[in-house]
């Protein structure tokens, strides 16, 4: 077998990347292979919001129909589960963000006493099972007798949130070149002034994905809402306690569109990420 | 912090630390830290302070310090416990024999494209994690999508079914867990300098040493961040043994739930939970102890 590669080899140090000519086809396939593995439920789910059923018995292909997408907000409950989450997701990204920017902001730019402590909380946050961290909240509104619902539930959703913009922040502010900053104080911007036109500028797409992430995560979430939100349901708490006896296909619909939707809103953050890079 | 403000003034030197500087970083901080300590800090005290009380629902609960309710809850749940570990286990395993070619695959062979390949590896972070596994439950389900055409063929037997199978619930938690698994593997992978293989390729190594001895090392932080980043949420998971299991496959954080909602054995519960984020993170700060942590919040942060 070494015989068939000697005659490549001379010309190996002429050509920057020889190894592109040679790719296997056998990882590519097995790659193709998971990617579609990963796509499929997004697929059904896509699929089914189309799926002509009679019943709430959505297991089997009927025939296309619009139906569902006319009768989107045909269950009352549904729907309120949805702006639930949604008015939920808009809190917590906007309060976490708040909150979580200037721990990134401080974590990524000073060296301070207690910085160690402080990044050690954002990973125990991050790293603890989130039902624990449910569980844990559950037992303090228990404790103090505090009635679980729509608030409970933001609440929670900011705590989680917080570590993750912190995290996004921090990981914007280690690509910055803090002389840049100096040298607008030295020109006479005043702190904020520097920090206003230098600094906020280069943060703004961490602290957007940071805004972004916190919403998916919080839109997400089941774990966590479920052991705080009382009898308030998201829509998450919604599809889960309707698998038991069958998911309508208003929720494919509505899975679907939050789907487009973030698509969309990812594509508007890349590019004006981009934007601000360039 | 008015000292701070008035050392603005032009003509002092900026190299000079202002007074209020070394404040300014605690003061940023100090919201979200006010924030994490009354809403993840205070509750844990709280969960443990919970575990140790004794009492029932109705006539309420009182502190006295009774151990041996996890001595208890261990022993009656220990085989749900146990499962757990396992699943989570076989899960994060999973992930790792299927991530790591993908991760190695758009790392090195992806060429302009790797940037959709990665997305298209976060697409289905796009669709609500309920709904993703509900998905399964369709596709899965006796007659359904996959089960259903084989068995027509006669390549199954009609009473084959898999929901409610630990494979069901280990499938699910690979596929909700595998991107955490990717990513951080794809990030050291992208970190491995061409030229070190290069120089390895020169040193007339094979294709297999030199992924064995050269690739593969310097990517092993990224598959340790990567197996916190799976086994921690997938054996605390109870979504996917919820919908795609069964009695025989439930897990703890299924028990916790049913002790703290329809059990209403608040001690119970809290100290099922504590046991379990104990262990976990017992496991994780030994392990980030040892390999760092800086990965793992890396990996988290994209």
């Known amino acids: 077998m070494t015989t068939h590669t000697v005659p490549a080899a001379p010309e190996a140090p002429a050509a920057p990347r020889p190894r592109r000519a040679r790719r296997r086809p056998t990882l590519s396939v097995y790659t193709f292979l998971v990617l579609a593995w990963l796509l499929l439920p997004i697929a059904v789910m896509v699929l089914f919001g189309f799926n002509d059923t009679g019943s709430k018995v959505n297991f089997t292909w009927q025939g296309f129909t619009l139906n569902w997408y006319r009768h989107l907000f045909a269950i009352p409950n549904l729907t309120s589960a949805l702006v639930n989450s949604l008015t939920i997701a808009l809190i917590v990204a906007v309060v976490a963000t708040l909150l979580g920017t200037p721990i990134g902001l401080a974590l990524g730019r000073y060296r301070f006493r207690g910085r160690g402590s402080v990044d050690l909380l954002m990973f125990a946050a991050i790293a603890a099972p989130e039902i624990a961290l449910g569980a844990a909240l559950l037992s303090l509104f228990i404790v103090m007798g505090v009635p679980r619902g729509y608030w409970t539930v933001v609440i929670a959703h900011v705590a989680f949130c917080i570590p993750y913009v912190a995290i996004t922040v921090r990981a914007r502010m280690a690509g910055h070149d803090p002389t840049l900053e100096e040298a607008a104080r030295d020109l006479g911007a005043g702190p904020w002034t520097a920090f206003r036109l230098v600094t906020l500028p280069m943060l703004l797409p961490g602290v957007a994905s940071g805004a972004l992430l916190c919403f998916a995560l919080s839109i997400d979430d089941y774990v966590i809402t479920s052991f705080n939100a ?45 934007r601000r890079a360039a | 912090m008015e000292r701070a403000v008035r050392t603005d003034l032009p003509g002092l030197k900026r190299r000079r630390r202002r007074p ?10 100090l919201p979200g830290w006010l924030w994490l300590a009354a809403f993840f800090v205070t509750p844990v005290i709280v969960m443990v302070s919970l575990s140790l009380q004794t009492g029932d629902f109705i006539d309420g609960f009182r502190q006295t310090f009774h151990f041996s309710t996890y001595a208890d809850v261990v022993r009656t749940y220990h085989v749900q416990l146990v499962r757990s570990l396992v699943y989570g286990a076989a899960a994060t395993v999973a992930c790792a024999l ?16 790797k940037s959709v390949f990665l997305f298209l590896l976060l697409l289905p972070f796009f669709v609500s994690f309920v709904i993703r596994t509900q998905s399964w439950n369709v596709v899965l389900a006796d007659n359904g999508v996959l089960l259903g055409p084989l068995k027509d063929w006669g390549l199954l037997s009609a009473d084959f079914h898999l929901l409610a199978t630990p494979y069901a619930v280990i499938g699910g938690l690979t596929y909700n867990f595998l991107p955490f698994m990717v ?37 092993l932080p990224g598959v340790f961040a990567g197996v916190l980043l799976t086994f921690v949420p997938a054996s605390a998971d109870y979504v996917n043994a919820g919908i795609l299991g069964g009695p025989s496959t439930t897990m703890i954080g299924n028990i916790i739930q049913t002790e703290y909602f329809t059990n209403l054995d608040y001690p119970g519960a809290a100290a099922l939970s504590f046991v379990l984020m104990g262990a976990l993170l017992l496991a994780v700060f030994t392990y980030a102890r040892a390999l760092g942590t800086d990965d793992v919040l890396e990996a988290a942060a994209r």
Request: aromatic content about 12%; overall charge positive; hydrophobic content about 50%.
């Open chain 2, 20 to 29: 209020g500087a070394a404040l300014a970083p605690y003061w940023m901080i």
């Open chain 1, 230 to 274: 009382g009898r308030t349901v998201t829509f998450p708490l919604w599809v889960y306690s309707a698998s038991r006896t069958g998911v309508p296909p208003q929720v494919n619909v509505m899975g679907t569109l939050i789907f487009v939707g973030g698509l969309l809103i990812a594509g508007a953050n890349v590019l004006f990420s981009r």
């Open chain 2, 183 to 219: 990513l951080p593997v794809y990030v050291a992978l992208e970190r491995v300098d061409p030229k070190v293989v290069e120089a390895s390729t020169d040193l007339y190594a094979s294709r297999t040493g030199t992924f064995l001895r050269v690739v593969l090392p310097l990517s």
């Open chain 2, 98 to 113: 299927i991530g790591y070619p993908v991760a190695y695959w758009i790392a090195f062979r992806a060429g302009r494209h």
